[in-house]
């Protein structure tokens, strides 16, 4: 019973590893590379090959080309031929390690370097021959893998590309061109040009991108693009050579490799490219198209449409006039065929509205300016994919495209209800034409000019003036409703709609103004009105802005004239004239009989009368006395010490000894200050001769009860000490008179100050 079981498992296991196989694809890398050629690549008996040759690499047991079998697998080529920068062998599924063959002394190539603009390439495999095609256009099939696709690479992985290239050129030319490129551009296919999205490397192209492989694959590489076609149009009769060739790039680590799908290479009879609605360039409902197939070696031809056979259409030329698949089969010899293929789709022509648009006709003689754009919408109607139509005086003009109107925004119509004719253009070039009628109509509609307040500062007569919400209601009042009303600055302007003015609009011209308003519905005319605009100014007399001074703890009243209409101040009261006693600013807007308004500001500063803090007085300078007058206060002050010279200046010098009166006055209007002062000194000399003049030597003015004086001869001694409130020194020393000399004094003032000096006793 055990052994049945063991039995039973290994069956199953069996079964498992082949169907697990199957899902990978199987390389053969010992084949011939003439057998690769000519019996898997070539699908073709119009293509004479010849001088075919392999150069690459021989490992152990395979080489890095050979022949690869996708049957059973998800690899979309069912077989071909595999060309790599490893052995060819080692591209098996499933994608479990990296491939990293090759040796360092396997050399690259210098043509594909060129090609795609990459150097250092190694480990090269290339395969050429030359083939003399019967037809027209050669192409293959390709799949490019590599394991540089790596899904999270490292930075240093974005820029290393190995690279391969299908060189084509003339037997006879040196020069070659390189047919695996991206579709539509001459970008070379390698990694940093076709990658997908979602890695540290930027996306390219990544529509022709496949995948980033996972571990069940049928290859070994990380990554591959979708199945791309390399294509070229030859002449027929012409021998040319091929080369295919693939290398790493850099170093010989991260192999890559091509897959050329078996039987793709073929040649071809070129018809052209598909028709396609997809592709912008069908043919439209009355287009023909001329296919084609002529080759002068050609023994014969046969067309097909859907796969059906047209019979008797044998000719090297096909006229098309239907959608459809049409090939071509172009015969050479019993056993040369060459084949084309060409997809044709029609799209449908867009079908215009007739429609009619509406001009005003200011003069009534049915004849407008109209702007042909107007009818755009009516005539596009439910039309998709289209352009704006364009406009021609006769229906065969517009059919045929010429002579269109030149000027679809101002054309002027020759006759009553002249009709013009719409041509409606799609994306295809397939066309409509529709009939425009151009009518007019006559308003008889007036509106009073309406008067405006210029609202600026600058009372000039220019202003803005909100045209939707001034003007508008009154213009539309007299007509239907649900009308639209737009202003122009001319009469023609208004005909054509250009030079729209906005609704904020600021007259051009001063005082009076003529403007036009068009009503619409959105498309015709129901009349262009002339608007007139009076903008008056209000410019009072005496209103300009003044500064107000405010004494401390006073009131002043100021205002203006009592001849307005209303008054506003910005404090809330409406009279003339305002009573305030706090500092600020106060404006008041004032109004006339029209309305129209006018601003005039007080700025009120705050003032008072200076307060005397001290007075600095240096004295006993002789006639060089200063005099320093400290304070403090919000005025604008001068000062003055005899009550008529006023100065800015706070210090005075060059002040004589004697009684002073400080006067401080506010030039803004406030109270003065006052403060008397003494500014003392010594007399020079003294005459004590009983004359009743000069005959005692005292201080005047020292009004400070404690200071001392003391009175020397020019020895030193003391001779006298008076105070500062007595009758002086009489020049005598103990009842006796002193002799005429100088002597010398030192007063002590109460501030501290000590002042020394002398002076002369004359008899």
Known sequence: MKFAKNILFLILSIAFLQSSNAQYMQVDDNRTVEDLVENILINSSCANVSNISVSGWAFTSGNSYGYFNGSGSSFPFADGVIISTGRAASAVGPNSNLLSEGPTSWGGDQDLEQAINEGNTINATVIEFDFLPFANKVSFEYIFSSEQYLSNPGSNQCNYSDGFAFLLREASSSQYSNLAVVPGTNIPVKIPT??????????????????????????????????????????????????????????????????????????????GIDRLISTGNPLCPDDTLLLDATNSTATGYKWFRNNIELIGENNPTLLVDEFGVYKVEVIFNPTCSSFGEIVIEYSTNPIPNNTTITQCDSNG???????????????????????????????????????????????????????????????????????????????????????????????????????????????????APGLLVNYYQTEADAQVQTNQLTNNYTNSTAFEEIIFARITDGVSCFGIIPITINIKTF???????????????????????????????????????????????????????????????????ASGPATITSVSINDFQGNNNTVQINYTGLGNYVFSLDGSYFQESPIFTNVGAGEYTITINDLNGCDSTFESIFVLDYPKFFTPNGDGINDFWKIENLNQP??????????????????????????????????????????????????????????
């Open 194 to 271: 076709v990658r997908g999205s979602g890695t540290i490397c930027p996306p390219a192209n990544e529509q022709y991108f496949d995948a980033f492989n996972g571990f069940e694959h049928p290859t070994n590489y990380n990554g591959q693009t979708k199945v791309l076609k390399a294509e070229s149009t030859v002449t027929p009769g012409v021998m040319y050579h091929i080369k295919l060739v693939i290398a790493d790039q850099g170093n010989n680590l991260y192999d890559s490799a091509i897959f050329l799908g078996g039987g793709s290479f073929s040649v071809e009879t070129d018809l």
């Open 539 to 605: 410019t009072p007399e005496n209103f300009e802005d003044e500064e107000l001074f405010l004494c401390e703890n006073e009131s002043i009243t100021f205002g203006v004239s009592a001849i307005f209409e209303s008054y506003l101040w910005n404090n809330g009261e409406s009279t003339p004239e305002i009573t305030i006693s706090q500092p600020g600013t106060y404006s008041v807007i004032v109004s006339n009989l029209d309305g129209c308004l006018a601003q005039k500001t007080f700025l009120v500063t």
């Open 706 to 763: 404690y200071a001392k004086i003391y009175i020397f001869n020019r020895y030193g001694k003391l001779l006298k000490q008076i105070g500062s409130n007595g009758t002086g020194w009489d020049g005598t020393f103990s009842g006796s008179p002193l002799p005429a000399s100088d002597y010398w004094f030192s007063i002590f003032l109460e501030d501290g100050r000590i002042i020394k000096g002398h002076f002369a006793l004359k008899r």
């Open 365 to 479: 003689d049915g004849i407008a300016f109209f702007n042909l754009n107007d009818a755009n919408t009516a005539i596009i109607g439910s039309n998709t994919n289209v352009g704006s139509p364009s406009y021609y005086l006769t229906q065969s003009d517009a059919e045929n495209n010429v002579s269109p109107i030149p000027n679809f925004s101002s054309f002027q119509n020759t006759s009553i209800n002249q009709v013009i004719y719409a041509r409606l253009q799609n994306n295809f070039g397939c066309f409509g034409v529709s009939e425009v009628t151009l009518s007019t109509t006559t308003t008889t509609v007036t509106v009073s000019p309406f008067d405006f307040c210029d609202g600026d500062a600058l009372q000039d007569g220019i202003t803005s003036i909100d045209l939707n919400t001034e003007i508008s209601p009154t213009v539309l009042s007299n007509f």
